[in-house]
């Protein structure tokens, strides 16, 4: 586990949005991937979206494509997800997480440090 920051989550209604924010304080982000798992009430956490450590490769799970966006900023340590059009199946704690060096995806085997997470309810 990292020290990560994280704000943003909350109560939202459907078609919401929300930005989740999370800050490394105990390493660079500059060589790590990063990304959002999610787990939602009842199921497993499962991998959501991602950026690699270079190149800025992104990876979007289907569910999410064209609502979410994920976005880092190396100097102040920090990476964001942007959700949009929220629907009630992204009701979820989500997750921020960080691959020494990896790709655009990830698993949980691959993670180095994790976020505390954080609770997205979306309301229908």
């Known amino acids: 586990r990292c020290s990560c920051r994280r704000w943003g989550g909350g109560l939202v209604q459907t078609g919401g949005f929300l930005r989740l924010s999370c800050t490394a304080s105990?390493?660079?982000?500059?060589?790590?991937?990063v990304g959002w798992f999610r787990q939602a009430p009842g199921k497993e956490r499962e991998f959501v979206v991602g950026?690699?450590?270079?190149?800025?490769?992104?990876y979007y799970e289907d569910s999410v494509k064209g609502r979410f966006t994920i976005d880092r900023d190396n100097g102040k340590n920090t990476m964001y997800l942007q959700m949009n059009n929220l629907k009630p199946e992204d009701t979820a704690v989500y997750y921020c997480a960080a691959d020494f060096r990896g790709g655009a995806v990830f698993t949980q085997d691959d993670v180095d440090y994790w976020g505390q997470g954080t609770l997205v309810t979306v309301s229908s």
């Open positions: 950026i690699s450590w270079r190149w800025g490769i992104t």
């Open positions: 105990e390493f660079a982000l500059t060589n790590y991937a």
